[in-house]
């Protein structure tokens, strides 16, 4: 296992305590609120700073750019696979299991699913289990 998978394993088993954690200090919509202007504006940077070398070196290569607007504004989003969408920027897979974390803990908390058991052991076998039928049709 590499040092790098333990720390996107750590990074999300913290974010699994403090996401439940701000949830309860904040409303539902400034919880969705507070999370989108904490990751997309440095996204859009991070985005755009992958973007400009390879509009520069298609340029000057005189070579077409690789994405199209459709693609670049799907990755934008921060849900590219949802669109079925290359990634520009393959790292940026963890930014969008965090994002989809963000959205269940909180339609869980508007359900006042977070603070019981029930809820969050559905939930849990329901993803396992679409996880689980993901992995079967991608495999065959």
Known sequence: MSVGTIAIAGFFLISGFVIPMALERYRPVRYFVSRFFRIWPA??????????????????????????????????????????????????????????????????????????????????GVLTALAGAVRTTTSA
Do not use: H, M
């Open 43 to 124: 996204w859009l940077a991070c985005l755009a700073l992958t973007l400009a070398p390879l509009a520069a070196y298609g340029r000057y290569a005189d070579r077409p750019f690789p994405y199209s607007a459709e693609v670049v504004l799907q990755n934008a989003s921060l849900l590219p696979d949802w669109f079925l969408a290359p990634y520009v920027n393959p790292v940026a897979w963890t930014l969008t299991v965090e994002l989809k974390f963000y959205i269940l803990c909180g339609l869980l908390a508007c359900c006042g699913g977070l603070t019981r058991p029930g809820p969050i052991l559905a939930v849990t």
